[in-house]
């Protein structure tokens, strides 16, 4: 046994402290400091297997090596701690094996569930300190940032290109183009005349707004591994030229608020943010701004309204964001997840990226199982997957035990999906091919007992909800459509009012502005397509 | 967006309070000079006082050089801003999809009847304001609940959900 106090590693991750974890931590700093046994709690992200948090991971080191193996013990509630004790988790665990207990699971790696995920852009999460810039760089931080910053910025910019990675916020666009874009918009705007008050030329602004119902992946990731964002917006400062940048955070995330906050305050203290990042003369500031509960802010245009100050309604395009984006500058806007996939491809090339995946979705994808599942929580796979494996392989079925009867995919925008359609790959342009859409990778599982008109009717609401008011086919068809699927239900002139349905859906459908009003009619025509007998029968 | 309120934005508003003016003109001092201040500053004012008073809005709106109607226009959109106090607790229940398929829609209902109100209502001794919310990240062991600023709630079931409600009304009456 080492000299130093084992490492235990418990999640601080929104969902795993929701779960149990902070009194789980608690009842084993208080257990050990009973018992006088010296041991180094470290809280980490979580590793996304929501049924066994709280997880609670020891460190069996070899020698004093920070790095040692570590065995998982899951779900360890407050009260299985003390038997933790007994059975010697703590006092004398054999490397790589623990120590035996009813809730010893082993390695986290070799678990079946696990084992089989490409884990490149969540490698870090659930295993580092989020803010803890030393353990970060222990793991590979920075080393992306190393190599961008003795790069030109066109050459950071064609390696993006090369990579294959498309934005991960739904649309789906080449990330690298975007950056070509905004890199080219240059010597337009950099002139003193332009820019009279003295405002960076340009921005590098991160969508982490996340607002899709069944996604949690930006949050995860904030949350676990805060310096690898900070890192990609960096990196993408140095390949546009931009020297600030904003993270604009929905207000319902307070534990990714921290999180980023304090991970950029340890960025900002070791030199990889502000004036001389790396000790390289070149400069990127960073800070973390909160939206105020409004989906539609999610929209890119929307957000830099908000950004400004201003109601979050969407723009008219163009001017495309790239060129006269936020302040008028142009402006790079980015999910969490496309930046934080930046660090790896530059750290190992862009072949190692475009290696993973299929057809013209390369590299991985972090999904998140949601809703009515035994095993929900992030699994990060190359694109490729069926849907059929994410909910049974993985996700090991209903959680009810009845049979899983609709999945939504791509957030509330997104098409329902009835068991015919499960064998689907999950690909950018197979889920186009059948009118859905895969979005930010959010997979929501719902059984047999789920009213398919009721949740075609919540479409419509949650677009009357959120709608930003600028068309009217969105603002009032929105409304209208609940009245009728309201009259639908409730048997009242059906032929009518599926008639006025389909019309409203078509209005909505292209008199749209965005995406919240053109896409309402996808989850509410799929309803009615596969489940019509949820509609009373379509005659 | 939110449905305007019945309220105008036009209507002469009463003088804020010391203490609140005192809040504000902090938010202001701390706030006024960064880029797209409004939202940070509005951020600050309902942290410090729980909601954006009506009458703090030409005090902002001066202190930014905007007209009152643009700051309350602002103030109007987003659902979190909240123009009148909560009460001592606020329950954000989740109504998004990934919680439906998990129990939410009868959570909501049971959560309206045991406290005899609806959203955006505070319980008649003050002591639980009641407020919707679209997704809160914890999608995979919904239905989930929001407490207050930060106090994130799993898989809660309607007894979990009485526990809660139990144990603040207890904290409150202690
Ligand atoms: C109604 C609506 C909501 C959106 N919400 C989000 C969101 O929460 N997060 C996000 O990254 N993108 C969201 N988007 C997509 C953004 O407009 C934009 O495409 C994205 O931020 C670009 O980043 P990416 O290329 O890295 O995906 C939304 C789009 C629409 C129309
Ligand atoms: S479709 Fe709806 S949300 Fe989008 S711009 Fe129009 S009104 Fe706003
Ligand atoms: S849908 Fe309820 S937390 Fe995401």
New interface residues.
Partial sequence: MSAAPLRVCVSCD??A???GAERTAQALAAEAQRRGIAIELVRTGSRGM?WLEPLVEVEAGIGDSRLGIRTAYGPVRAADVPSLFDAGVFTSPVAGEGAAHALRLGAVEELDWFKRQQRLCFARVGVTDPLSVADYVAHGGFRGLRKALDMAPAAIVQTVIDSGLRGRGGAAFPTGIKWKTVLEAARSSQSPISNPES?PSKYIVCNAD???????S??MLMEGDPLCLVEGMAIAGLAVGATQGYIYLR?????ARRALDAAIAAAYAAGWLGADIGGSGKRFELEV???????ICGEETALLD???????QVRFKPPLPALKGL?GRPTVVNNVISLASVPLILERGAAFYRDYGTGRSRGTLPI??????KR??LVELAFGVTLRELLYDYGGGS?SGRPLRAV?VGG?LGAYLPASQFDTVLDYEAFAAIGAMLGHG?V????DT?DMAE?AR?AME?CA?????KCTPC?IGSTRGVEVLERIRAGIEREKNFALLEDLCETMRFGSLCALGGLTPDPVRSALAHFPEDFGGRA | MKPLPARSGAAPSPALPADQAQAVQRAIAEHAARPGALLPLLHAVQDALGHVPPAALPVIAQALNLTRAEVHGVVSFYHHFRSTPPGRHVLRLCRAEACQARGARALEAHARRTLGIDFHQTTADGALTLEPVYCLGNCGCGPSLLLDADELHANVTADAFDALVGRLREEAGA
């Avoid at chain 1, 996340?210 to 949690?216: M, N, Q, R």
């Avoid at chain 1, 207000?251 to 534990?255: D, M, R, V, W």
């Avoid at chain 1, 998140?368 to 599942?373: F, I, R, V």
């Fill in positions: 929104a969902s402290l929701a779960l929501l405002r996340e607002g899709d119902s069944g996604t949690f930006d949050r207000s319902e995330y307070p534990h701004r909160l939206g105020a509960g409004a989906y908000s950004l400004e100050g201003k109601r979050g302040f998140q199982l949601a809703g009515n599942l929900t929580g959680l939504q509330p959010g929501v599982a719902f059984d789920v949740q919540y949650f909800a959120e709608s930003c008011g603002r």
